[in-house]
């Protein structure tokens, strides 16, 4: 089975920074893409970073040079280093895996059928 754990999220002040974790199992994780998707309250669930397995990384454009993905495959554990945090960064932030198709930009609701998500960890930021 499955399984993706989040962990990391919280309350920060704008400025401040967090990191959010994804520990992994029941599927070959080294050989997995795996990203972050985040939905605020009335907003699309939007695409933030994904990491491949030969190390290729996508950040959406409003998050570049303030977050970081990054892995490690020993402890099947992937990590969204997120800094200078912003109030628009308040979100839900759900850890998930490839899905089938391909990665989405937006997707109406997160999660979804696709790939499989964890639980999903809170973010927020005040000003």
């Known amino acids: 089975e499955v399984q993706l754990v989040e962990s990391g999220g919280g309350s920060v002040q704008a400025g401040g920074s967090l990191r959010l974790s994804c520990t992994a199992s029941?599927?070959?994780?080294?050989?997995?893409?795996m990203g972050w998707y985040r939905q605020a309250p009335g907003n699309l669930c939007e695409l933030v970073s994904t990491?491949?397995?030969?190390?290729?990384?996508y950040y959406l454009d409003s998050v570049k040079g303030r977050f970081t993905i990054s892995q490690d495959n020993a402890k099947n554990t992937v990590y969204l280093q997120l800094n200078s945090l912003k109030p628009e960064d308040t979100a839900v932030y759900y850890c998930?895996?490839?899905?089938?198709?391909?990665?989405?930009?937006?997707?109406?609701?997160?999660?979804?059928?696709?790939?499989?998500w964890g639980q999903g960890t809170q973010v927020t930021v005040s000003s």
């Open positions: 998930v895996t490839e899905p089938p198709l391909g990665w989405i930009q937006h997707k109406s609701q997160c999660p979804d059928d696709f790939g499989y």
């Open positions: 029941g599927f070959t994780f080294d050989d997995s893409a």
């Open positions: 990491i491949h397995s030969a190390g290729n990384t």
